[in-house]
């Protein structure tokens, strides 16, 4: 619901007090005096609501609901529109109910479609799981001397939370696990060991990379004992002479004696199996997807290259029906930033002023740990401790330091400790209702990718991101980029009118964290003038964060950009190993400028006004900053258009913690797509057998000149369920489904001999 403010029932007289007509009530005995906003009994003006008589004062629609009419609020008051940010409303049982998100059932045809075009999309990567497991196994079985089929591992439980020891990533189903201790190895670490053993083939290759080969007998077998160098330490690996991966030393959480054994999660040949089950779905299906999206160009992807700006028109998505769900799904298959405006349009009016939500959130008045906490300060990158009630009073009314420098000041990933959910039931709920897509968006949605019940799920949101903002040129997000899809969308702005002064001092401030540029007073002036050109084409009543979004392509350029232009960032260090992953850059109007003509990058440059919503795929690196100050909501998901980015930036962090568990999520989503077209097939088969039409006795007689009617019957019903079995069994085992056929054909062969038999002995 939008409402406008119309403050159609005030007058002023000229003394300057405010006068109210209807819809206002006047005060008569026995009513209640007392406003349920701020429990004020000495407000002379009171709008009473026609539902359940609750009273709201003027000061307090005023300020607490300024897109609310007194008339409408009489009709239907906060409360019973379920927004009401008083403190009893906001710490109330009711405020914390689940409430249900519209759109997220679907059809049988809809969910049909989904799960084929996710299976689709996934079996590359299922293929190329079940190629890295079948060399493990071949390995194996190398070892052992037996053959692959003849081959058999010990099971691990699947409900464990197995993670290889070596890079942190998680386990899917075959891995290595010792035999004396609790060290696990995955499939990767496994051929990337082997690999340079094998490239090695003695010490020369081992001496070239820096590595040292030792031979030593242990009993009667040979082992050869070698280092693996990475960014942070060396990793002594030994081989037996048949190739078993001994435990890596104490040193490195192993135990040092015992043989790396080889383990499986899942049954024998089941990620084969489905495999053959998703391949069969594929090319059943290939030609009849209709949400399948069109390999030509879109009309508002990337613009000319040759254009002088260095910035890129956003694609814009303007339809969330079906056709916009393509033109959504063509732009996320690119990697393509896309805005879908106005999502808020329809809510129900409910505040995300940050005072409103600091006060949702405060466990009491006089709570120490929610007194202050830590926030980003953007001059100077550095965090700061400051009071909650302190912060947000600075969203609206500005803050400034000792020297009177406005600060700029930014609040990320907020409520910590708990969830969005916990924590802002009520918001939560509104931000999931006006998520364009929810079938992608919602963490229940179909086209979301899940972690399985029995794994521990990763923070993917929502968050609360709260900062300050002015229009000169300072930086609220460095470069970065995600594991996995973002979507952004900004609730509530508030512009905090400086004066001349105050805006000499933050240009003073920002010049003094920038390095002297190193070009000529001419291509100084000119990128003045083009940041004036960006500060007139931004400038709106709406409008809050400036956005650059690059391709995910120029990922190893902008790195490269990055190093080599160090020394023009201020407190940054030249040797930056991973400088987009350590978050260290910010790229001004000169900095983009110089990137197009050394390189060629050029970013999608553009603003996300009030009720935007920016989806960010996977890998896309991106920068923001505020133009005033923000209040946004960002989620996490992972697209199946972004498994394959989300899977390589995975393998790429590998050596870190793996949050996402990327493989866990598409073997699950692909599992359960299968499991439903399996079941749907079967549900399929058995009404058609049960709704069969009966079939009527033919002309001459109760029985003479034909045969019985229950035979035409079964003949029937059989054909109909060999034709079913042939063309739509394709997800049944081919050794069960060749059974089935052999015996329905023997089943059909004999009713008709039985047909024909009645017919000859009755003539």
């Avoid at 003045?528 to 120029?554: C, H, I, L, P, T």
């Avoid at 962090?653 to 359960?672: G, P, V, W, Y």
Wanted: proline share 5%; with cysteine.
């Amino acid at each position: 619901m939008s409402f406008q403010k119309s403050h159609a029932n005030e007058e002023t007289s000229s003394g300057g007090n405010i006068r109210m007509t209807e819809p206002i009530v006047k005060r008569k005995r026995g009513d209640s005096t007392n406003c349920h906003q701020c429990h004020r009994k000495d407000r002379e003006k009171l709008v009473r609501c026609t539902k359940c008589q609750k009273n709201y004062c003027i000061s307090c629609i005023t300020k607490w609901y300024p897109r609310m009419e007194e008339a409408s609020l009489a009709e239907a008051c906060p409360e019973c529109l379920n927004i009401c940010n008083c403190a009893a409303c906001l710490q109330s049982d009711g405020a914390k109910k689940d409430m249900p998100i519209p759109d997220l059932k679907l059809s049988t045809e809809d969910k049909i479609q989904y799960s084929r075009y996710i299976v689709r999309v996934l079996v590359p990567f299922l293929k190329k799981f079940v190629v890295e497991q079948s060399m493990e196994r071949e390995e194996e079985a190398k070892i052992q001397g037996l053959s692959v089929t003849g081959l058999k591992l010990a099971k691990a439980n699947p409900k464990d939370q197995v993670h290889c020891k070596n890079c942190k990533t998680s386990i899917l189903d075959i891995h290595r696990s010792c035999v004396n201790c609790l060290y696990k190895l995955c499939v990767t670490c496994c051929r990337e060991i082997r690999d340079i053993f094998l490239r090695g083939n003695g010490q020369n290759h081992m001496q070239d990379v820096g590595t040292r080969n030792v031979t030593t007998n242990v009993g009667s077998s040979m082992v050869y004992s070698f280092c693996m160098d990475d960014a942070k330490r060396k990793t002594e690996w030994k081989l037996t002479e048949k190739g078993t991966i001994i435990c890596p030393p104490e040193i490195m959480g192993g135990c040092g004696c015992g043989d790396l054994v080889l383990n499986s999660t899942y049954p024998d040949n089941w990620l084969s199996q489905l495999l053959r089950k998703a391949e069969a779905v594929t090319e059943v299906n290939k030609n009849a997807d209709p949400l399948e999206v069109s390999e030509k160009a879109c009309s508002c992807s990337r613009s000319d290259k040759e254009s002088s700006d260095n910035h890129l028109d956003c694609p814009r998505v303007l339809d969330v029906g079906k056709p916009g769900l393509r033109h959504f799904q063509w732009h996320l298959k690119e990697g393509e930033p896309v805005i879908v405006p106005d999502v808020l349009s329809g809510m129900s009016g409910l505040s995300w002023e940050p005072l409103v939500l600091w006060r949702i959130c405060r466990k009491s008045r006089t709570a120490v740990r929610d007194q202050e906490f830590s926030v980003r300060n953007c001059l100077n990158w550095c965090e700061e401790k400051i009071e909650m009630l302190q912060f947000f009073k600075g969203y609206t009314e500005g803050l400034f330091d000792i020297e009177g420098r406005p600060q700029i000041l930014r609040l990320e990933d907020w409520p910590p400790s708990e969830s969005f959910q916990e924590r802002l039931p009520r918001h939560s709920t509104e931000f999931f209702r006006c998520l364009p897509f929810k079938h992608y968006t919602h963490p229940q949605a179909e086209m979301s990718l899940k972690i399985p019940e029995v794994s521990l799920k990763p923070d993917l949101g929502p968050k609360l991101y709260i900062g300050y903002g002015v229009p000169e040129e300072l930086g609220v997000t460095r470069l970065q980029y995600a594991l996995s899809d973002r979507v952004n969308v900004l609730m509530h702005t508030a512009e905090v009118c400086l004066d001349p002064e105050r805006l000499s001092k933050i240009e003073k401030s920002r010049r003094t964290h920038v390095a002297p540029d190193p070009v000529d007073s001419l291509i100084n002036e000119r990128t003045n003038e083009e940041a004036k050109k960006n500060r007139q084409m931004f400038e709106d009543q709406k409008s809050g964060v400036v956005w650059d979004v690059f391709r995910r392509q120029d990922v190893h350029k902008m790195e490269e950009y990055l190093r080599k232009h160090s020394g023009e960032f201020r407190d940054i260090s030249s040797q930056q190993v991973a400088p987009i992953q350590e978050k260290a850059f910010y790229l001004t109007v000169e900095h983009k400028r110089n990137l197009k003509q050394e390189y060629g990058i050029e970013p999608w440059t553009f603003v996300q006004r009030l009720g935007d919503a920016v989806f960010i795929p996977a890998g896309c690196i991106h920068q923001s900053r505020n133009l005033k100050s923000c209040t946004s909501v960002a989620a996490n998901f992972v697209s199946p258009e972004s498994v394959g980015e989300c899977v390589r930036l995975s393998a790429k962090c590998r050596f870190k913690e793996d949050e996402l568990e990327m493989k866990k999520m598409t073997l699950n989503a692909i599992s359960q797509a299968v499991e439903y077209l399996d079941s749907i097939t079967c549900n399929t088969t058995s009404t058609s057998t049960s709704t069969a039409p009966p079939v009527a006795p033919m002309a001459g007689g109760d029985q003479g000149g034909a045969s019985p009617p229950n035979l035409q019957y079964m003949r029937q019903d059989t054909e109909r369920m060999l034709w079913m079995l042939e063309h739509r069994g394709h997800l049944w085992q081919p050794a069960m489904r060749a059974y089935l056929q052999q015996e329905m054909r023997l089943l059909l062969d004999n009713i008709i001999r039985k047909i024909e038999g009645s017919s000859s002995s009755s003539s």
